[in-house]
């Protein structure tokens, strides 16, 4: 089992920049791929970002990709999501997830463990 706690979200305007931390207790942290994922009002939750277990390679969602960097800090047991030039449509819940298996990291199923998630909106 692994807990999941978000936090760094906030109201902030367009082109402004946030980051997002995701503090993990439990199990193993290094254990764990680590993911980002988002869901605005009446959409479905979408991938973001995904980091593996030793950090050393990422993946991003096409819509943030150049804006956004995922990393983690193991010795913290806590990933991050830096978002910088958002955009209004960047407005969503923002949730980490903590996946014990070997895929791509890119879809909701693979993920075993989710946050509570938080709040990130970008005024225009």
């Known amino acids: 089992q692994v807990q999941l706690v978000e936090s760094g979200g906030g109201l902030v305007q367009a082109g402004g920049s946030l980051r997002l931390s995701c503090a993990a207790s439990g199990r193993t942290f290094s254990y764990y791929r680590m993911g980002w994922f988002r869901q605005a009002p009446g959409k479905e939750r979408e991938f973001v970002a995904t980091i593996t277990r030793s950090g050393g390679n990422t993946y991003y969602a096409d819509s943030v990709k150049g804006r956004f960097t995922i990393s983690r800090d193991n010795t913290k047991n806590t990933v991050y999501l830096q978002m910088n030039s958002l955009k209004p449509e960047d407005t969503a819940v923002y949730y980490c997830?903590?996946?014990?298996?070997?895929?791509?990291?890119?879809?909701?199923?693979?993920?075993?463990?989710w946050g509570q998630g938080t709040q990130v909106t970008v005024s225009s």
């Open positions: 997830a903590a996946d014990s298996g070997t895929g791509t990291g890119t879809r909701r199923y693979e993920y075993d463990y």
